[in-house]
């Protein structure tokens, strides 16, 4: 078994998860993992499909709450203090600090203004000010607001698939998350809107911390300051991204890169 | 390629091709004949009831002189007997599909209570109004009643809400479910927030359905005693004086318009065949229109839904 080597440490660790293991059922999907997202830098998942990204990046919101038969153990520690896999705590208090962005643009059936207020309107907000300021901002942080400002009574499926991916991203931001989470949020999208997706992602990075799944490694290489290698579920490499895509030390990671397999 | 095997392509899908022709004359056939059949009954009985179709026939009661017999009891009767059952079935029965769907663990009891659930659609009507007869009339004692009637009729719109309710949620992919959550939305959140509001066209049509089944339906409240002939109104809900709302109409006996049609078809008089196929008219109009507020209440919510 390889283990996982951190050549540099972080300064400042935002999230860490120590040991931890997941099972669907009696599948042991994720083994032993210990990975430290460091604060407002962008960490990329990356593998081979089946290698258990999307199940490691579901951990940090407690996603697999949702289905039966899913157990975690180990620790996914938050700003030092709570431990996000705690039996008690609450998962909606987990969501409430952690947003989350799917693979394909899920907006809901409502308009545009609602999809970004809902996370508000279920936090109790009821100012309309209020709500209609953070509405605006996070929609500028998602670079979407010039294109919606004239229209944001209309419903969200009117809007083009980069569009309604900024959108989720907008609905993630106006509850000022700590960490958004990725799941190949450019996976269903055209060149361009992900070309508009990443460059939003590098700004965002300023305010927040970011963890991706992605099965480019070019946006991988192109997005994230730190990397980190899965194969069937263990964490193979984790490092500044410019090492692992130039001088990994693990042969498995060094194949992948390289294009030999997955 | 040969001219022998072009040949061979040929007349494969040329024969192939007729079989797809023929089953859609066959489907075509099916399809005029319900057509046929069904408007075929409603202009018989609107050519046959056609000298009744008119005010004094709504606002007259039953009398044994059929040219002056109404059924004014008999469609005030079923407005406040279905007021009662969609009162009692929508609520419960949404309740139900949701925590079935959404609440309940999978597992062989939920599959039981599923497949029970289903089965009980088709249990026949009158086998609820002996139910009924024995729950409603004489255990909890209320009587003839409008409220009797209503709740029985509910007892077999019940389970058609029930499946729908649950199909549905089916319908609305995980997706949805799963960016609610990731919101920090509780349970009760993301169902009264998307689950509901998006799947309430395809409820209310289940809802409709039942409501169609149930506004013909004579047995059961026959079975629990519904009388064939009744000259007065049920007191009114709204009153003129203080507390102005009244629930003694719950409590009053009652007729409904199909059993008021049997009672008149069963008669030896021939006027009053032409009173019953009036009556029909009058209740297929009630079932028309409420799938056509169906239908409009499905396109008003539905427009802008998808997913």
């Known amino acids: ?208 911390t970011i963890l991706i799944v992605t099965h480019s490694m070019q946006q991988a290489a192109r997005l994230s300051d730190y990397t980190a290698f899965m194969y069937l579920g263990e964490l193979v490499e984790h490092d500044r991204t410019e090492v692992i895509f130039n001088d990994p030390l693990n042969k498995q990671t060094r194949d992948y890169i390289s294009g030999r397999f997955g | 390629m040969t001219s022998s095997s072009l040949n061979a392509i040929h007349q494969s899908v040329s024969r192939r091709q007729f079989i797809s022709q023929s089953f859609a004359i066959v489907g075509l056939l099916g399809i005029l004949i319900a057509i046929i059949t069904l408007i075929a009954l409603i202009l018989q009985m609107v050519l046959q009831g056609a000298p009744k179709l008119n005010w004094q026939f709504l606002t007259s009661f039953a009398d044994p002189d059929p040219a002056i017999a109404g059924i004014l009891a008999a469609w005030v009767g079923t407005c406040l007997v279905m007021l009662v059952t969609v009162t009692a079935a929508v609520p419960i029965g ?97 169902i009264a927030h998307h689950l509901l509001p998006y799947s309430m066209g395809s409820i209310l049509t289940g809802v409709i359905i039942g409501l169609s089944r149930a506004i013909g339906e004579t047995a059961p409240l026959v079975t629990i005693g519904a009388l064939t002939f009744i000259a007065f109104l049920p007191e009114s809900p709204i009153q003129p004086s203080f507390p102005f709302i009244s629930f003694e109409w719950l409590k009053a006996p009652f007729t409904v318009l199909p059993i008021q049609m049997f009672n008149w078809v069963s008669r030896p008089e021939i006027e009053f065949q032409t009173n019953a196929a009036a009556a029909g008219v009058i209740l297929i109009a009630m079932t028309l229109s409420m799938n056509g507020l169906a239908i409009y209440l499905r396109y008003r919510i539905r427009k802008g839904l998808k997913w």
């Open chain 1, 1 to 208: 078994m390889l283990e996982t080597i951190l050549q540099t440490t972080p300064l400042h660790p935002k999230v860490e998860a120590a040991n931890l293991n997941f099972y669907y059922g009696n599948t042991h999907a994720l083994k032993n993992i210990n990975l430290i997202l460091p604060d407002k830098q962008i960490t990329a998942l990356i593998g081979p499909s089946g290698c258990g990204k999307t199940t490691l990046l579901r951990c940090f919101n407690r996603m697999h709450d949702l289905y039966s038969g899913n157990r975690y153990e180990g620790e996914i520690i938050l700003d030092g203090s709570v431990n996000i896999l705690s039996r008690r705590l609450d998962p909606i208090e987990v969501r409430m600090r952690v947003g989350m962005v799917f693979q394909r643009p899920n907006p809901f059936p409502k308009s545009i203004f609602e999809n970004v207020a809902y996370g508000l309107r279920v936090r109790g907000e009821k100012n309309r000010t209020t709500i209609a300021d953070k509405v605006e901002k996070a929609l500028r942080d998602a670079a979407l607001w010039d294109e919606v400002k004239d229209r944001l009574q209309d419903m969200a499926f009117n809007l083009s698939g980069g569009q309604q991916q900024r959108l989720c991203i907008a609905r993630a931001l106006a509850t000022d998350p700590e960490l958004i989470l990725f799941d190949e949020p450019t996976s269903a999208l055209d060149p361009i809107a992900t070309a508009n997706v990443e460059d939003l992602m590098t700004q965002l990075k300023q305010q927040v």
């Open chain 2, 94 to 190: 949404i309740a139900a599909g949701v925590y079935l769907e959404e609440y309940a663990k999978k597992n062989w009891l939920s599959d039981l209570i599923e497949i029970n659930v289903t089965n009980l659609a088709g249990v026949p009507s009158i086998v609820y109004g002996l139910l009924a007869l024995g729950l409603f009339k004489y255990y909890f004692n209320l009587g003839e009643s409008i409220l009797t009637a209503g709740l029985t009729l509910a007892l077999l719109v019940l389970p058609v809400v029930i499946v729908t309710t649950r199909e549905a949620l089916r319908a609305i992919p995980n997706a949805l479910r799963e960016a609610a959550y990731a919101m920090g939305a509780s349970k009760w959140q993301m």
